[in-house]
């Protein structure tokens, strides 16, 4: 089992639409959540964190933790094209240092 | 800033030979992070620096991979002799002092191609 998974995609949502991106874990000491954004040739880039069960908002985008069922969650209101890209879901366990355990990346499409 | 610089950004080498990989975190930040990216195996964590003493190398595929951070400002991932199955995006990534939700800054990244 892979410490972070991740649907592959793609997944194509239409212009407006909400997407919903999906990542779980397997270390239940993770206490960090993160949300990376990679455009095709780009590196990745920080558009969300989140370590409380719960939502968090943050202008189109909403992060949904629910560490008992080991799930994070990215949703992208009102989609658009420019959202299409790569999202890496990314964990941390302080325990194990500093380092992000990242999943393969939901790659997403969203059509005009 | 300048963010975290990486190079060479593009670098073409043939099976066998020394590659030198280099980055300059961003400054202030303690900790820095060497990733290596293919499709089949996504974003790997090869191995990463606090206060310039490396940590975790338990991602570093085999002795061919060396990596060294003389002082806080500069970092090198060196691979000696190179093979096909290296080829990738490398990335160099540094983050502020601490524990927390720090967030990891990427540079640019080097696409290594070996034929």
């Known amino acids: 089992q892979k410490e972070v998974e991740q649907n592959s995609g793609p997944l194509s949502v239409p212009e407006g639409a909400i997407a919903s991106l999906n990542c779980t874990y397997s270390?239940?000491?993770?206490?960090?959540f993160f949300w990376y954004r990679q455009y095709s040739g780009k590196s990745p880039e920080l558009i969300m964190f989140?370590?409380?069960?719960g939502d968090k908002e943050d202008g189109r985008f909403t992060a949904q933790l629910n560490k008992a069922s080991q799930y994070v969650s990215l949703l992208i209101r009102d989609s658009q094209p420019s959202d299409s890209a790569t999202y890496l879901c990314a964990v941390k366990n302080y325990n194990q240092g500093g380092k992000l355990i990242f999943g393969q990346g939901t790659e997403l499409s969203v059509k005009p | 800033d300048a963010g975290v610089i990486q190079s060479p950004r593009h670098e073409v080498t043939e099976m066998g030979q020394e590659v030198t990989l280099r980055c300059k975190p961003i400054?202030?930040?303690?900790?820095l992070f060497w990733y290596r990216q293919t499709m089949m195996r996504g974003l790997e964590l090869l191995i990463y620096f606090n206060n310039n003493v490396p940590i975790d190398d338990s991602g570093m595929p085999e002795d061919r991979f060396s990596a060294k951070m003389p002082n806080a400002s500069f970092s090198t991932l060196k691979i000696q002799p190179s093979e096909p199955r290296d080829s990738a995006v490398y990335f160099c990534?540094?983050?502020?002092?601490?524990?927390?939700?720090?967030?990891?800054?990427f540079g640019p990244g080097t696409r290594l191609t070996v034929t």
């Open positions: 270390d239940r000491g993770s206490q960090s």
């Open positions: 400054s202030g930040h303690n900790s």
């Open positions: 989140i370590y409380s069960n």
């Open positions: 990534a540094s983050s502020s002092p601490g524990q927390g939700a720090y967030e990891q800054y």
